[in-house]
């Protein structure tokens, strides 16, 4: 009977070291696919599958989009095109112009792509983009904001007082210098560590 038991115990220790072997396989495979999934390749930033803000036109774009077949346009008009996207970290996003300020079929000004629930984190997007240069907090209703080099926002849940690698990113903003946001002068990053910025509230 004792030798059962032991044989039982065994193989109860067996199977949880290969669960832990494989959800640390699945963790270390989805950390690396996040950031490759936001290679500009041979485009410069802001880009995003060859989508290269103030430079490709919503019509463009949507030509682009409906030839890829990781990707379903859902809308499309002369001044924006939102697509879902059928598998990895982002689930759907959308490309403007300004929002029908503009001409039909304008340069995109602002390109946003919406995180699939929990698999992308800020540290994902620092291995991505390199570190930020500035951020600020949220402040009530307001999403705060992380700013990397090449007009790059990684927009940020209301809810984080600071963040860390793991603060999940609400989405990515690929805008122009000209975007009103995007001038906001937030505190200067000083890592993950580093002192605490200033909500814009405060």
């Known amino acids: 009977m004792r030798r059962f038991v032991r044989r039982v115990a065994l193989l ?12 640390l396989l699945g963790s270390a495979a989805q950390a690396d696919a996040a950031p490759a999934a936001l290679d500009p390749g041979a485009c410069t930033q802001p880009c995003w599958r060859g989508l290269h803000v103030n430079a490709t036109t919503v019509q463009e774009a949507a030509a682009q989009l409906r030839a890829d077949p990781a990707i379903s346009v859902t809308r ?11 598998g990895g970290p982002f689930e759907r996003g959308c490309a403007h112009s300004w929002r029908g300020i503009g001409a039909p079929n304008d340069k995109i000004q602002i390109m946003n792509l919406f995180t699939r629930g929990g698999q992308f984190r800020l540290g994902d997007a620092v291995r991505a983009f390199g570190p930020p240069y500035a951020y600020i907090l949220p402040c009530r209703e307001a999403n705060g904001n992380v700013y990397f080099q090449g007009n790059i926002i990684a927009v940020m849940d ?23 946001w995007y001038a906001y002068e937030g505190a200067e990053w000083h890592g993950f560590d580093g002192r605490r910025a200033v909500r814009p509230c405060d």
Do not use: I, K, N, Q
């Open 158 to 180: 209301t809810s984080y007082t600071r963040y860390g690698p793991e603060s999940l990113v609400s989405y990515l903003s690929y805008v122009t210098t000209s975007a009103p």
């Open 12 to 23: 109860a220790l067996l199977m949880a070291a290969l669960l832990f072997a494989v959800r």
């Open 76 to 86: 499309e008009d002369a001044y924006s095109v939102c697509w879902d996207a059928l």
